[in-house]
């Protein structure tokens, strides 16, 4: 069992920059793939990036590429992610996730086990 708790959503402006973190509990952190989706309203939830068990590996999402940097600290359960050069399509609520079954990088909703609550990005113009 992973319980997932995100937080450093907020307010800011296109151009922008925040972190989000994901801190997890459970001592099985670091065998875990880990990722980060969004959903903006009133569309289905989408991938945004991976992270293999050991950090090794990243995915991303095109929409994020070279804007967003996933990274995790196996030491202090916690993962996460760095967005830069926000844009207003950023907006969304952003959830981290876990999966521990499934070959790297696992890009569907369906494919993680663990969710967080959530937190919210708003980039405004």
């Known amino acids: 069992q992973v319980q997932l708790v995100e937080s450093g959503g907020g307010l800011v402006q296109a151009g922008g920059s925040l972190r989000l973190s994901c801190a997890a509990s459970?001592?099985?952190?670091?065998?875990?793939?880990m990722a980060w989706f969004r959903q903006a309203a009133g569309k289905e939830r989408e991938f945004v990036a991976a992270?293999?068990?050991?950090?090794?590996?990243?995915y991303y999402a095109d929409s994020v590429k070279g804007r967003f940097t996933v990274s995790r600290a196996n030491a202090r359960n916690t993962v996460y992610l760095h967005m830069n050069s926000l844009k207003e399509e950023d907006t969304a609520v952003y959830y981290c996730?876990?999966?521990?079954?499934?070959?790297?990088?696992?890009?569907?909703?369906?494919?993680?086990?663990?969710w967080g609550q959530g937190t919210q990005v708003t980039v405004s113009s």
């Open positions: 459970g001592r099985t952190f670091s065998s875990y793939t």
């Open positions: 996730a876990a999966d521990g079954r499934l070959p790297f990088p696992p890009v569907t909703v369906e494919a993680y086990d663990y």
């Open positions: 992270i293999s068990w050991s950090g090794g590996r990243t």
